[in-house]
């Protein structure tokens, strides 16, 4: 069975993701691996199962795998993400459904994985600044706290994880 790994990445962290499924399926039923580009795109036909990657900006997919999802009719698709606000597989779930909801009707979604990933220290200046300004207010400290969480991911774990899940499917 012929696989594909098509992912776009804005901080790096999706792009481990995608590599680690390569890492762990092999090269060599791999017919395409990078980002949705026209030329990928013809490549990723040949797929048996087509590997999606997306990070996480407002509780959504990128418009680019957005669009590119939208492409796809009859695929067995297995959606996998990051996010930089995370840890609750609740929510994890509600970005995969409204992910989900971008491929139409025919396309079966053969499995999921979602964890947490870094963010950018803009991102964490951001929030410093905004606790300058209100410095009791409790969800400006819980912005910070899971910025800090996430600075370590994705880690071995997630990527242990993913491999099983991806390995799991019997490619």
Avoid at 29 to 42: A, D, I, M, N, R
Avoid at 85 to 114: C, D, W
């Amino acid at each position: 069975m012929k696989y594909a790994v098509i992912y776009e990445s804005a901080t790096g962290n999706t792009e481990m993701l995608a590599k680690e499924i390569r890492n762990t399926l092999g090269e060599e039923k791999c017919v395409c691996f990078g980002t949705p580009e026209e030329e990928l795109q013809s490549k990723a036909e040949d797929a048996d199962l087509i590997f999606l990657g997306f990070w996480t900006e407002k509780g959504e997919c990128s418009e680019k795998i957005g669009k590119y999802m939208e492409t796809l009719h009859n695929r067995n698709v297995f959606l996998f993400g990051t996010a930089g606000f995370g840890g609750s597989e609740q929510y994890f779930t509600q970005i995969l459904n409204r992910v989900s909801a971008h491929l139409p009707e025919g396309n079966k979604v053969s499995g999921t994985y979602m964890c947490q990933g870094k963010m950018p220290q803009s991102v964490r200046k951001r929030y410093e600044a905004m606790q300058e300004k209100a410095p009791q207010d409790e969800k400006i400290k819980m912005m910070i706290d899971n910025f800090d969480k996430a600075a370590s991911h994705p880690d071995e774990t997630d990527l242990a994880r993913l491999g099983k899940a991806a390995a799991d499917l019997d490619i």
